[in-house]
């Protein structure tokens, strides 16, 4: 067979997955040298990358590639996610698609002109028709974080492992380790997030269904705000409320819930209130507040005894998969970006989505000034003193709290100091990097905590048009939303088969169903490990089902 015979059959064979890459791989150029090919003693063809020198090294091992390639997948344990740093002649790949166990492929390679030449000598129909085989080529960080985020997901794949093959990776050093360091960094968030579900993923369940009843007569219009300031609850706050007094006719004041306590105490009364955390306590931000008359902007998976607090609520889609599908099918609800994992974050995108030209924070020390951890006033301290005794004081337990926090790092400052944590630093990190997106042109009142970097290429530009931010009407009623919702459910078939197959074989609205479920399989899975796949799903949807016909027969 000639080379022309393979390169076409391998470039139909791809244009399955990936169209794109075809059109590229249609203009490289095949005669440019960058490998050789040779034959190992057991009959099988070998690519070797060709050196700047002209040395031709081999990818994989002259004896039988094949049998090497199963002794390194053999390695892969637990994980059913698995990262190829180099394609080669796809003996890896090859091997790996031959696990049931391993449920995803990705491989990332370099030098178009250098895969197209593997093209014209090496047969990859077999590993591209299968449904779990992906491939990225010449990819930039972003390429590979997004290509890892749109494919992963822990509660389905279990781990992930990376494999490089040294032949190629060990003369392509700077290529492969931009690709491995934006593959660590993209694994460490998702492992964050993945952290965040296993905890919270049936708490946001069961909130995000109670609201579903709650918002169904809620119609409440927010106009415009053109000059915003943002009120954080760090203990910079203290000494910040004087300025906020002195300059509050000038903006419109939204409170973070953690701060709400600590305005009304220095008296001042917020135009707006947002909540984000589903855990019960964040009702203790309202506990002897009066904010009827406050708007108050919740997430649809915040606590359902917060709707309670304000007459004048607004909820909003924070990203869950399953607030995404009400949107899209019962009501459509305003999205807020809430992805920086803060109050804080999200008070800045609220005040964006209302329409500000200009936003201004104030309180927001991401670290503990001096060792203080919170404003006075914020119920972090009552919390305390409510379980002091006689043989610990609550001195004493926010002491134990403090030098407890995991990473506690002492930073010092030109006329103070503060403790910096690794989690605050992440918040701090994406509100900085979020800065450089913002319409509206955002600054800080800096305190002794750390400061904040902003991206000065904000423009400021106003919004094309100002939008009110309210709610749509609904499209069917909301128990009539959950019943129809719970016999979608139920009409998902069993996972039979590799989690892959199952996910390719069902139809858009099935996989937007199962999607929403995800949260909830974090959780499980968490709690569950070892438990096969297959039964698991099939708990999630149970459980699923009957949280909903509880919720509805109480309500």
């Known amino acids: ?99 049931d166990d391993i449920k995803r492929v990705l491989v990332i390679d370099f030098d178009i002109d250098g895969l197209a030449e593997l093209f014209c000598f090496h047969e990859y ?31 389905l794949h279990g781990g992930l492992k990376t494999l490089p093959l040294r032949g190629r990776t060990d003369f392509d050093v700077n290529n492969f380790s931009r690709a491995a360091s934006a593959i660590k960094k993209t694994l460490e968030n998702i492992a964050e997030d993945y952290s965040v579900q296993s905890c919270f993923g049936k708490r946001w369940f069961s909130n995000i269904i109670h609201n579903v009843l709650l918002s169904e007569n809620q ?82 998976a915040s606590p359902p005894a917060l709707f309670y607090r304000s007459k004048k609520i607004f909820f909003f889609s924070g990203g869950h998969p399953l607030t995404n599908y009400i949107s899209a099918n019962y009501r459509n609800f305003p999205i807020l970006d809430v992805s920086g994992a803060n109050v804080t974050y999200a008070a800045v995108t609220l005040a964006e989505k209302l329409g500000a030209r200009r936003v201004k924070i104030f309180g927001a020390d991401f670290s503990y000034p001096m060792g203080a951890i919170y404003a006075r006033g914020a119920y972090f301290y009552p919390f305390f003193y409510r379980k002091q005794n006689r043989l610990q004081t609550a001195e004493s337990k926010i002491s134990e709290f403090l030098y407890k926090t995991p990473s506690l790092k002492r930073i010092k400052k030109q006329d103070s100091w503060y403790y910096e944590t690794k989690s605050m630093n992440l918040y701090k990190q994406r509100l900085e990097e979020k800065s450089a997106s913002l319409i509206p042109v955002l600054t800080a009142e800096n305190g002794p905590g750390a400061k904040i970097n902003i991206a000065q290429n904000n423009a400021g530009a106003p919004s094309a048009r100002l939008q009110v931010f309210a709610s749509g009407g609904s499209i069917i009623g909301a ?54 796949l297959e039964e698991l799903v099939e708990e999630v949807k149970n459980y699923c089902v009957l949280k909903i016909e509880n919720i509805l027969k109480s309500d």
């Not at 992906?134 to 890892?148: A, H, Q, T, W, Y």
């Open 1 to 99: 067979m000639d080379k022309q015979f393979f390169f076409e059959r391998n470039l139909l064979s791809l244009s399955r997955i990936d169209a794109n890459l075809c059109a590229r791989l249609s203009a490289a150029q095949t005669t440019l040298s960058h490998y050789r090919f040779v034959e190992s003693k057991s009959g099988k063809l070998l690519s070797a990358w060709v050196d700047s020198s002209g040395r031709a090294h081999t990818l994989h091992s002259l004896t039988d590639p094949e049998k090497e390639a199963e002794r390194l997948i053999s390695t892969v344990k637990d994980e059913g996610f698995l990262i190829l740093l180099g394609l080669g002649s796809g003996y890896y790949a090859q091997a790996a698609l031959k696990r």
């Open 125 to 155: 129909i077999r590993i591209f028709n299968d449904e779990r085989f992906s491939i990225l080529i010449d990819p930039n960080e972003n390429d590979v974080r997004f290509k890892i985020l749109n494919l992963y997901q822990p509660a």
């Open 219 to 300: 119609y409440n219009v927010m106009p415009p705000a053109l000059n915003c300031a943002v009120c954080a609850a760090g203990p910079s706050l203290d000494s910040q409320t004087r300025i906020i007094k002195k300059e509050r006719k000038n903006f419109f004041l939204i409170a973070t819930d953690t701060s709400l306590p600590v305005l009304l105490k220095s008296g001042v009364k917020p135009d707006a209130v947002i909540s984000i955390d589903c855990q019960h306590i964040s009702y203790y931000h309202f506990i002897g507040t009066e904010i009827e008359d406050v708007p108050l902007f919740l997430d649809l």
């Open 479 to 532: 128990k009539e939303f959950l019943n129809t919702y719970i016999n979608k459910i139920n009409d998902m078939p069993p996972v039979k088969e590799n989690i892959t197959f199952y996910l390719s074989k069902l139809r858009m609205e099935e996989k937007l169903i199962f999607t929403t479920l995800l949260p909830v399989a974090a959780n499980f899975r968490f709690r569950n490990r070892d438990k096969p």
